[in-house]
């Protein structure tokens, strides 16, 4: 875990000082997290599923064309870096993702039908098809407003006049939050905190994290003469920590109580001492409108 943060932190520097490869990696970090995401949910509804409806899941989870609505409004928001034509571009990407869903159902299904086991051997096999394509429906629009649209914040507070200090102090907020709720919660951590959803996660770690991302905030607060630190009033520090340590804690018990239902501990593999991207991003991704919104409206951007 120490080894992946120290290496992060100098590709996280050098990538927030040119704009075009931070919008690339901003891509290529939300098309990873939501392809853990995806196989999150499909592995929920094959839990739940039969060995006849496989094949149609694993053939959704395979198609290209479920991935471009999302990139669609980020290019929107980075092109534009308009919350407005955002929001529009999200709308859109929503009615666009239900139309792909839509097109691999009626394609699937038609090849079914041409079938001659499909009607003799599984009558039923239509509505269990439909119910799926509701359900993974359903599956990314979740995603789509747990992922995508929070982090697309993340990158329209990023390309605003002073987003490279923005930006330092929202990643550095979240990674204390999470590493105060582990620190603390691996010493002295006993109480359980949602015992059904995250039997590790306690009220010590929860704590911590707000104490460990708050204190932190409070020494960052003397350094603002530093380039990459935002030059805020101590107290916006403090509020800022204190509310991106709140919605860090919700945001990963969001994602454990998905990875429970898909009976997963890690959503992959990619970043040791870690599990998946996803299992450091989600509370990144869930922070990040927390900082856009109160920056804008209560400090000004």
Same mark, same amino acid.
């Given at each position: 875990?120490?080894?992946?943060?120290? @290496?992060?932190?100098?590709?996280? &520097?050098?990538?927030?000082?040119?704009?075009?490869?931070?919008?690339?990696?901003?891509?290529?970090?939300?098309?990873?997290?939501?392809?853990?995401?995806?196989?999150?949910?499909?592995?929920i509804l094959k839990m739940h599923s039969g060995e006849s409806e496989h094949s149609y899941?694993?053939?959704?989870?395979?198609?290209?064309?479920?991935?471009?609505?999302?990139?669609? &409004?980020?290019?929107?928001?980075?092109?534009?870096?308009?919350?407005?034509?955002?929001?529009?571009?999200?709308?859109?990407?929503?009615?666009?993702?239900?139309?792909?869903?839509?097109?691999?159902? @009626?394609?699937?299904?038609?090849?079914?039908?041409?079938?001659?086991?499909?009607?003799?051997?599984?009558?039923?096999?239509?509505?269990?098809?439909?119910?799926?394509?509701?359900?993974?429906?359903?599956?990314?629009?979740?995603?789509?407003?747990?992922?995508?649209?929070?982090?697309?914040?993340?990158?329209?507070?990023?390309?605003?006049?002073?987003?490279? %200090?923005?930006?330092?102090?929202? @990643?550095?907020?979240?990674?204390?939050?999470?590493?105060?709720?582990?620190?603390?919660?691996?010493?002295?951590?006993?109480?359980?905190?949602?015992?059904?959803?995250?039997?590790? %996660?306690?009220?010590?770690?929860?704590?911590?994290? @707000?104490?460990?991302?708050?204190?932190?905030?409070?020494? &960052?607060?003397?350094?603002?003469?530093?380039?990459?630190?935002?030059?805020?009033?101590?107290?916006?520090?403090?509020?800022?920590?204190?509310?991106?340590?709140?919605?860090?804690?919700?945001?990963?018990?969001?994602?454990?109580?998905? %990875?429970?239902?898909?009976?997963? %501990?890690?959503?992959?593999?990619?970043?040791?001492g870690h599990g998946g991207l996803l299992d450091r991003m989600d509370s990144i991704v869930?922070?990040?409108p927390v900082f856009y919104f109160y920056i804008k409206v209560v400090i000004g951007f």
């Amino acid at each position: 875990r120490i080894t992946t943060g120290l @290496i992060a932190v100098p590709i996280i &520097f050098l990538v927030m000082n040119i704009p075009i490869l931070a919008i690339l990696t901003f891509n290529i970090v939300m098309y990873l997290t939501n392809k853990e995401y995806q196989n999150m949910v499909m592995q929920i509804l094959k839990m739940h599923s039969g060995e006849s409806e496989h094949s149609y899941l694993d053939q959704m989870n395979r198609s290209t064309l479920a991935v471009l609505p999302t990139h669609f &409004f980020a290019l929107v928001a980075a092109i534009t870096v308009s919350e407005d034509y955002t929001h529009i571009a999200f709308l859109m990407a929503v009615m666009m993702q239900f139309m792909i869903r839509i097109k691999g159902f @009626i394609s699937y299904y038609n090849v079914l039908t041409q079938s001659k086991e499909f009607l003799s051997k599984d009558p039923a096999l239509d509505r269990k098809i439909i119910l799926l394509t509701f359900l993974q429906t359903a599956g990314d629009l979740l995603g789509m407003v747990f992922l995508h649209l929070p982090f697309t914040y993340g990158a329209l507070m990023f390309l605003q006049k002073d987003g490279l %200090k923005y930006t330092f102090f929202w @990643i550095l907020c979240t990674f204390q939050a999470d590493n105060g709720a582990l620190w603390v919660g691996s010493l002295i951590g006993h109480t359980p905190f949602v015992y059904s959803i995250s039997p590790k %996660k306690t009220w010590e770690g929860v704590c911590g994290a @707000i104490f460990v991302c708050v204190v932190t905030a409070l020494i &960052f607060s003397k350094f603002t003469w530093v380039y990459f630190v935002p030059d805020f009033a101590t107290k916006h520090f403090l509020i800022l920590s204190f509310l991106s340590s709140i919605v860090c804690i919700i945001g990963d018990l969001l994602e454990s109580f998905i %990875k429970r239902a898909a009976n997963m %501990k890690d959503s992959g593999n990619m970043l040791p001492g870690h599990g998946g991207l996803l299992d450091r991003m989600d509370s990144i991704v869930c922070s990040a409108p927390v900082f856009y919104f109160y920056i804008k409206v209560v400090i000004g951007f």
